[in-house]
């Protein structure tokens, strides 16, 4: 019967995978006569191979997983996931996790111990083309606050940009409620409170530095709408590069032949469409900032964006302490650029000033979210080419279609 599996020749799982070891049926080799013992002797060998056998113990442990896996990768990743590690492995005799994956892979199918395989249920009809109209939403809401405020003036003006920020928020908790950046990982309270002070300083941030370091400021707030609203239309191109990076990596995963294969396959994936999605919002900001004549912040703007996909991604796949800290560290240092700026004007402390005032003289009032969002952007990117080019990171879940 063992003959009759993938890859599992008469050397037994161990030898086929360049192990020598006992073969996984014990008294295979005993001759003709062991055929005459009957089923009760069958059952007793099998009784006591099971009674000191670690594979199939690891393989009770982590039944569900075996039970669902449709290929020894996605039981590989989920080993992963638990912490299995190649030393581990190498304590069930099995050089990797990978070829630890395949026996338990193979022995679930010969024991009889699992049903048909659960493959991944196939989205229904018309969900992918839902999820990304609803990608749309957050985009359509901006561009109708952006007019408003364009056409309005005095407390209708501010009427409509409270009401605007409701209802933008509303759209991009909606478009994020399904798709490929949907997530049962929520966000903590902080690192949404973070989020926000970070679109915040988007529209605020660098005309209060600018008449803070003036003397001012005087007169209204200056808005940045060019940047904010290219920044929410951009949600549309997030959710399709993230579906086009899932939905490529899951592929992988149903074809690579051991975990290091598909982080091989996957970085480049994770880097092309980061990069894409960096070429759309670049093409968002000019085109918004034509039309409002506006500046683009083709810096500030455009690090803050790809500071904000690349932790959504990682929240998504349930990697939530890297993000959080990005998003909280850019924020924190944007508050003390400001914070330190107004405070300067106490007396004693206009030393304070010195190198917000610095940086704005020489790079402009945009560098200050340039290198802090750059910078949180480039280490989540080093981050994600870690963690998201792991099978653990793509292992299928219950997460919406």
């Not at 062991?34 to 670690?54: H, L, Q």
């Not at 592929?251 to 975990?259: C, K, M, P, Q, V």
């Not at 998504?316 to 909280?328: E, M």
């Amino acid at each position: 019967m063992a003959s009759s599996l993938p890859g599992m020749g008469a050397e037994g799982v161990y030898g086929g995978r360049g192990f020598p070891g006992p073969s996984l049926t014990p008294g295979a080799g005993a001759g003709a006569g062991a055929g005459t013992e009957g089923a009760d002797g069958a059952r007793r060998n099998a009784g006591r191979r099971g009674a000191a056998d670690p594979v199939k113990a690891l393989m009770h442990r982590h039944r569900e997983l075996c039970e669902r896996a449709v290929d020894p990768l996605e039981i590989a990743a989920g080993l992963e996931a638990h912490g299995v590690t190649d030393r581990t492995a190498a304590r069930f005799r099995h050089r990797d996790v990978f070829s630890l994956a395949e026996e338990m892979y193979a022995r679930v199918a010969r024991d009889g111990e699992a049903v048909a395989p659960d493959a991944e249920r196939p989205a229904p009809p018309g969900a992918r083309a839902y999820w990304a109209v609803l990608a749309l939403v957050p985009g359509i809401l901006g561009a109708g606050v952006v007019a408003g405020l364009r056409l309005t003036h005095g407390q209708p003006r501010l009427a409509i940009a409270a009401f605007g920020a409701l209802a933008v928020a509303f759209g991009l908790r909606l478009a994020l409620r399904r798709g490929p950046l949907s997530s049962s990982h929520g966000m903590t309270g902080a690192t949404l409170a973070w989020t926000c002070w970070l679109v915040a300083y988007a529209l605020l941030g660098d005309g209060l530095l600018n008449a803070g370091l003036d003397g001012g400021p005087d007169g209204n707030w200056p808005l940045a709408t060019a940047p904010v609203l290219a920044l929410v239309l951009a949600c549309a191109p997030a959710v399709w590069c993230a579906h086009l990076f899932v939905g490529r990596a899951r592929r992988r995963l149903a074809t690579s032949r051991g975990l290091e294969e598909f982080a091989a396959s996957v970085q480049p994936l994770l880097l092309g469409a980061f990069g894409l999605f960096v070429c759309a919002l670049l093409g968002l900001l000019a085109v918004c900032g034509e039309m409002l004549d506006e500046p683009p912040a083709y810096a500030g703007a455009g690090t803050l964006g790809a500071l904000l996909l690349l932790a959504r991604l990682l929240t998504t796949r349930g990697f939530t302490h890297a993000p959080a800290l990005a998003l909280a560290g850019a924020g924190t240092v944007e508050a003390a650029a400001l914070a330190t700026v107004y405070a300067a004007r106490l007396p004693g402390l206009s030393f304070l000033a010195t190198p917000a005032d610095t940086l704005v003289h020489t790079w402009g009032s945009g560098a200050v979210p340039a290198l802090v969002c750059g910078a949180g952007a480039v280490v989540l990117l080093l981050h994600a080419s870690r963690t998201l080019t792991r099978a653990s990171a793509h292992a299928r879940t219950g997460e919406a279609p």
